[in-house]
């Protein structure tokens, strides 16, 4: 029933007025109105179970975003009868750019991103997997969805590439292809260019490529010239070595040195003289030329490209982890030099070059014969050959630059890490000598390295247990930093001694776990909040008394001036007054909920805006800004100490532009908080 409803619906959508209709509400259970859009998605994710409803919900949103953005009568206008104004039609683009923000309000990118990466039902997966590249694809022609994806692990990290090697049911190949056309696509928008062969490369691969291959590779052509010399000896070529390093003016004693292990090399280059080359490294770089090419005895031949594919890289004549020679191999083709010979349909040689256009038009024998004009395209060259050996090292640095000094071709080359000479050295010895006669923190960056060092060696000095088998739930130092204190599972907050570690003070705050507490800054208040979803304002001292209690389950104080709270209940916040307990201002707005299961509201640190369930408020209006996109289903976020920046989960985003900057994966569904100077993260 619900699946020809959507395909009913999936017609309709054809038309903008009806697409713009999804975006406005529609009423639900229990008095709750949320934007049609928004069920699609839900029914999209999964959340009937039933792959059919899954697949043709998808098929909606990708009517809805993946239209054209030149519309029928988008460019035109009518003129009203018995006036003369001219009134213009909806523009294509405007449409589109609307059905692109309701998906992405209605959290459509996280839903997704989250269907590429299904396995089940496992007859319909691969299936799902690309409709869902497929609605993704239409998305990323908005420029802000680009600017998302281009900075998420998935594509980052190659995460879709890996995704793109195998079907999850081999059986379906014809749609496992279809995804690999649409990730391919995707990326390719991401990218905001084509995208390379290499369906391994990840985008900060690729951004290495791109520095590697328009790096402009020199190298001392006197050590060349010693190669050469050393390979005519090991040849028994004894005149013409002596006649080299005669005119070249080349040292008399010109042993060449053992190259060191480098790498092993896994670039493949964009500018290789001829796509049917293929190239391999082999054992060192003094065996650079001697061996000749592996050329057939006959003049005619295809430079086949699939033959390096083939290859192991345990080749026994090579040695991966050091670079060698560069060969080239010309495979036969009996057709042009065998004319007496009927050539066999179906057989290897002529299957390895199917996929190719026409090889032989581009063979130097065809157009020897007079075929083609020109001088053929074999251009192959020493200089190219060893300049493509360099480039290989360049690409192996890990911080690749455009403009290299000149290469040697006996010591493997590595560009310098990006440290200026006032930066701070790595070496803890060398940070503590340099402040002598330097900064105090021995050089630029010097403090973040300290601080790096010292949390580095953290290990645990003391332990603390309870007496009485109440258990631990949370923890945090008193405001003079001489206790310890923590709360138990049946509601008591206990002072312990940093100094002796035994415990001086216990209070009973509730008969139930508490989860959590904050203590005020300047006088002996606690904000105690409790495992049944409630929490309250106590003083405690020589005795403890209860001064508010509220419904929310988390409380916190403000952070510049402690004189509001803020409590979060499910998808609301509620900011308090500290010295009534009455409710100021309460944020909520259900077309914008992001609904997060451990939604936590707080100020940032000027006291001025709340980030409460993903989205950011301005508490002297009490709108909401800006809602930022959900990419996980736990975590709310918090600010940044400095005040421009947004963590929510693993995703860094910018205040000022609403941009995502970075994604840092170790924080992945981490509660985490910083110390007081606002340069350390604690996560739990």
Known sequence: MIKNVLDVINVLVATPKSQL????????????????????????????QDPEVQKSALNIIINCVCGPVERLGGGLGRFVAGSKKRINLKVGEDVLSKMWNGVRVNNGIMALLKLLSIKTPITDADCIRALACKALV????SETVRQIMSKLPLFNNGQIQLLMKEPVLQDKQQ???????YANELLERVLGKKSSANLDASLEDIRRADIVAQSRITFQEKELLQLIHSHLQSKGLAEAAAALQREANLPRSITPPNVLPAQPCVFSSPHLASPRISRQISHSAAAHLSGTPDIPSTS?????????????PTNPGSTPGTPGPIRFHIGRHNQQFSPGLVPVRGSASKSRFSTEKDCSINSPVWRSKGHLKGQGDYDMTLDKIVTEYLRKQHALCRNPVTTCPPMSLFKPHRCPEPRGRRMAPLNATSRIYNRMLGPKVGGIGGASVDRKFIYSRFRP???????DDGGM???????????????TFWGDIKLVSLQSGEETASYNFHQVPIED?????????????YADNGSGVWTYGDVVENKYSFEDSHIEFSKLIQDRIIGTKEETANIYDVSTGQRILKLFEANKANNYRENRATFNPTDELVLNDGVLWDIRSGKSIHKFDKFNDNISGVFHPMGLEIIINSEVWDIRSYH????????NQCQIRFNNRGDIIYGE
């Open 21 to 48: 209709a999804l975006l406005e509400s529609v009423p639900m259970y229990n008095n709750i109105s949320t934007p049609a859009i928004s069920v699609l998605i839900g029914l999209a994710e999964g959340e009937l």
């Open 138 to 141: 239409g998305l990323s022609r």
């Open 175 to 181: 749609e496992h292809v279809k995804f690999c056309k």
């Open 300 to 312: 005619s031949g295809y430079y086949s490209n699939s033959s390096s594919q083939r290859e192991s």
């Open 461 to 467: 000095c003391q332990s603390y247990r309870n007496s």
């Open 473 to 487: 739930l949370c923890c945090s130092f008193s405001r003079d930093e001489q206790y310890l204190m923590y709360g």
């Open 517 to 529: 507490f904050q203590q005020a800054k300047d006088h002996d208040v606690l904000l105690v909040s």
């Open 660 to 667: 995502l900057l970075h994604t840092v994966p170790a924080l």
